[in-house]
Nanobody, 115 residues
Framework: QVQLVESGGGLVQAGGSLRLSCAAS????????MGWYRQTPGKQRELVAT???????DYADSVKGRFTISRDNAKDTVYLQMNSLNPEDTAVYYC?????????WGQGTQVTVSS
């Protein structure tokens, strides 16, 4: 099994920045895909950013140019640098790790952007 622990959420004013981290532990799978989804009440979970083991990235159009995903394979950790935050970015952010047959999820971390 894989455990994912997120950190770095919080309250920030519009225009500010936050950095989320997600550390994986337990069984190791390689290659894999890690990334972040976010969810607000009453809405479906939205893919924010994803990164492969060899550091190929992809982003939702709504965050391109503002968010940067990165990973440290030696530490089994993925990061999400979020800049120029706006109130529409307010959500619970979930880290995930995906391999061929399974997807593992973190517990979620709240990001709140005040106007």
């Amino acid at each position: 099994q894989v455990q994912l622990v997120e950190s770095g959420g919080g309250l920030v004013q519009a225009g500010g920045s936050l950095r989320l981290s997600c550390a994986a532990s337990g069984r190791r799978f390689s290659p894999n895909n890690m990334g972040w989804y976010r969810q607000t009440p009453g809405k479906q979970r939205e893919l924010v950013a994803t990164i492969t083991t060899d550091h190929r990235t992809d982003y939702a159009d709504s965050v391109k140019g503002r968010f940067t995903i990165s990973r440290d394979n030696a530490k089994d950790t993925v990061y999400l640098q979020m800049n120029s935050l706006n109130p529409e970015d307010t959500a619970v952010y979930y880290c995930y790790l995906r391999v061929i047959s399974s997807t593992y999820w973190g517990q979620g971390t709240q990001v709140t952007v005040s106007s």
